[in-house]
């Protein structure tokens, strides 16, 4: 292995997020055999909120969590913080999938992201949850009008944005890369994930919900209810959601829909006031920029700068095992983006590194469904901390076949298409992201297979 970057010498393989020493402690696993009234496979975002929404619609509802590992394990714990009020993963993207219902779409998205704030401050959640927007940034040339395009499609939907160009943005946050940008204050914000999913957690016991950690479910099986089995022993339910995400799903037809790609990100160390004023960035919101390859970034609570993405990484047969976190290629190409985005913070060090599974689809939104008592809601595309609630609160009206504006979404009935099975699944991905790259490198230009996903609504990517 070469030897890495003195910036990156000293940095950990751990998640900023959770190497934390008022981290809670470990919950118990499972005791043995058990049974509950609705079982939830999953203790990130969504396995949270479904056993959290279950037990407020049904307090009576006896909920029993089950995660494999620890709370958060998963995407919940390691992503950048960005919350989101899309659903449709954009609102370009809704607009193309589902232009009947794309302002339903977006109207939904606006009340899950209200909601998802109103119950942080009702359940006193420190979570640094700050609804500060975000901006977007053009580094290249043909970026400039794509973004002045989303400007105006945000302003058809009632949302403020402002395009600046390159001495504007720069003004905002201050690199030479930027060329021109879009400040979107109404556009989400940012959150601890970390915090926000033991607040979660917290709040789910609170209301009666039984959690145990350390307890994978190996198997279901339909037989006069659900048998979930696990190292453990075996737990029948009523019925079960499935909030496994990137991970592999107990149940073959859920799995087909996913593609887990890894995602690897770095923390920096604090920065001095005086490296803040090289910056400017005064509403220490998160920014993206608009290649295929982009990255995102935004300021940590502590005044670090946590900096993610550019390459998405699939493993042949989607493997997530945590071995996978420690990439050094691509951590070594995050850092020599980040210092020539931001030249004049050369020297500055990273403490922390590390990677993580995102749940992508073909159509780059979730796949919610039920079948015979089993729902599931996965494959968010890097979009899921606030879309998770969502997601959740859908996957329990169609548990129960309740007759909901969100039940009968074409998001939600039409299937998307599933990824194939290996050995064909890896060339596949692997041929797109060389074809994202090249369109990178080629000003936008798309190629013949990327023109051909885009006709038929497939995507491969992060």
């Given at each position: 292995?070469?030897?890495?970057?003195?910036?990156?010498?000293?940095?950990e393989?751990?998640?900023?997020w959770m190497?934390?020493?008022?981290?809670p402690?470990?919950?118990?696993?499972?005791?043995g055999?058990d049974?509950?009234?609705?079982?939830?496979?999953?203790?990130?975002?969504?396995?949270?909120?479904a056993?959290i929404l279950?037990?407020?619609?049904?307090?009576?509802l006896d909920?029993?969590?089950?995660?494999a590992?620890?709370?958060?394990?998963?995407?919940?714990?390691?992503?950048?913080?960005f919350?989101s009020e899309?659903?449709?993963?954009g609102?370009a993207?809704?607009?193309f999938?589902?232009?009947?219902?794309?302002?339903?779409?977006v109207?939904?998205?606006?009340e899950?992201?209200q909601?998802?704030?109103e119950?942080?401050?009702?359940e006193?959640?420190d979570?640094d949850f700050?609804?500060?927007?975000?901006?977007?940034?053009?580094?290249?040339p043909h970026?400039?009008?794509e973004?002045?395009d989303?400007?105006?499609?945000?302003?058809?939907h009632?949302?403020?944005?402002?395009?600046l160009?390159?001495?504007?943005?720069?003004?905002?946050?201050?690199?030479?890369?930027?060329?021109?940008g879009?400040?979107l204050?109404?556009?989400?914000?940012?959150?601890?994930?970390?915090?926000?999913?033991w607040?979660?957690?917290?709040a789910?016991?609170?209301?009666g919900?039984?959690?145990?950690e350390?307890?994978?479910?190996?198997?279901?099986?339909?037989d006069?209810?659900v048998?979930?089995k696990?190292?453990?022993?075996t737990?029948?339910a009523?019925s079960?959601?499935l909030?496994t995400n990137?991970?592999?799903?107990p149940l073959r037809?859920?799995r087909?829909?996913?593609?887990p790609i890894?995602?690897y990100v770095l923390?920096t160390?604090?920065?001095?006031?005086?490296?803040w004023?090289?910056?400017g960035w005064r509403?220490?919101q998160?920014?993206?920029?608009?290649?295929?390859?982009f990255?995102?970034?935004r300021?940590?609570?502590?005044?670090?700068?946590?900096?993610?993405?550019?390459?998405?990484?699939?493993?042949?047969?989607?493997r997530?095992?945590?071995?996978?976190a420690?990439?050094?290629?691509?951590h070594r190409?995050?850092a020599?983006n980040f210092?020539r985005?931001f030249p004049q913070?050369e020297?500055?060090?990273?403490?922390?590194?590390?990677?993580?599974?995102i749940d992508?689809?073909?159509?780059?939104?979730?796949?919610?469904?039920c079948d015979?008592?089993?729902?599931?809601?996965?494959?968010?595309t890097?979009?899921?901390v606030a879309a998770?609630?969502?997601?959740?609160q859908t996957?329990?009206d169609?548990?129960?076949g309740?007759?909901?504006?969100?039940?009968r979404l074409r998001?939600?009935r039409?299937?998307p298409?599933?990824?194939?099975?290996?050995?064909?699944?890896w060339?596949l991905?692997q041929y797109?992201?060389?074809a994202?790259?090249?369109?990178d490198?080629?000003g936008g230009?798309?190629g013949?297979w990327?023109?051909?996903?885009d006709?038929r609504?497939?995507?491969?990517g992060?």
């Amino acid at each position: 292995m070469d030897e890495l970057d003195p910036a990156l010498r000293d940095a950990e393989i751990a998640v900023y997020w959770m190497d934390r020493a008022d981290a809670p402690a470990p919950r118990d696993p499972l005791p043995g055999d058990d049974r509950a009234d609705l079982v939830v496979v999953g203790g990130g975002f969504t396995g949270l909120w479904a056993a959290i929404l279950a037990k407020r619609r049904r307090p009576d509802l006896d909920v029993l969590l089950l995660e494999a590992h620890r709370l958060g394990h998963g995407g919940s714990g390691r992503n950048g913080g960005f919350v989101s009020e899309s659903l449709t993963h954009g609102l370009a993207h809704g607009r193309f999938c589902w232009p009947a219902e794309n302002d339903r779409l977006v109207r939904l998205g606006r009340e899950n992201l209200q909601a998802i704030g109103e119950f942080v401050r009702d359940e006193a959640i420190d979570a640094d949850f700050r609804l500060c927007g975000k901006t977007s940034v053009a580094t290249e040339p043909h970026e400039v009008e794509e973004l002045s395009d989303e400007a105006e499609l945000y302003r058809e939907h009632g949302m403020a944005a402002r395009f600046l160009g390159a001495g504007g943005i720069r003004a905002d946050v201050n690199s030479p890369t930027y060329r021109a940008g879009v400040r979107l204050p109404d556009a989400g914000g940012l959150v601890d994930p970390a915090r926000l999913t033991w607040g979660l957690a917290a709040a789910a016991q609170r209301l009666g919900v039984r959690i145990h950690e350390g307890s994978p479910v190996r198997a279901l099986r339909r037989d006069a209810g659900v048998r979930l089995k696990t190292p453990q022993g075996t737990v029948r339910a009523g019925s079960v959601v499935l909030a496994t995400n990137a991970f592999p799903a107990p149940l073959r037809s859920v799995r087909r829909y996913v593609l887990p790609i890894w995602d690897y990100v770095l923390v920096t160390e604090p920065l001095s006031a005086p490296q803040w004023d090289s910056l400017g960035w005064r509403d220490r919101q998160g920014v993206t920029d608009s290649a295929n390859r982009f990255h995102y970034y935004r300021p940590t609570p502590d005044g670090r700068i946590l900096w993610g993405g550019y390459d998405a990484v699939y493993y042949y047969g989607g493997r997530t095992d945590p071995a996978l976190a420690r990439h050094d290629a691509a951590h070594r190409a995050l850092a020599r983006n980040f210092f020539r985005t931001f030249p004049q913070l050369e020297g500055l060090r990273f403490t922390h590194r590390w990677g993580g599974p995102i749940d992508s689809t073909v159509r780059f939104t979730p796949v919610i469904g039920c079948d015979r008592g089993v729902a599931h809601a996965v494959g968010y595309t890097g979009l899921g901390v606030a879309a998770s609630r969502f997601g959740a609160q859908t996957a329990l009206d169609l548990l129960w076949g309740e007759d909901t504006e969100r039940a009968r979404l074409r998001m939600v009935r039409d299937r998307p298409i599933p990824f194939p099975p290996e050995p064909l699944r890896w060339p596949l991905v692997q041929y797109t992201r060389r074809a994202l790259a090249r369109a990178d490198e080629n000003g936008g230009r798309r190629g013949r297979w990327l023109r051909f996903l885009d006709n038929r609504g497939i995507g491969l990517g992060s």
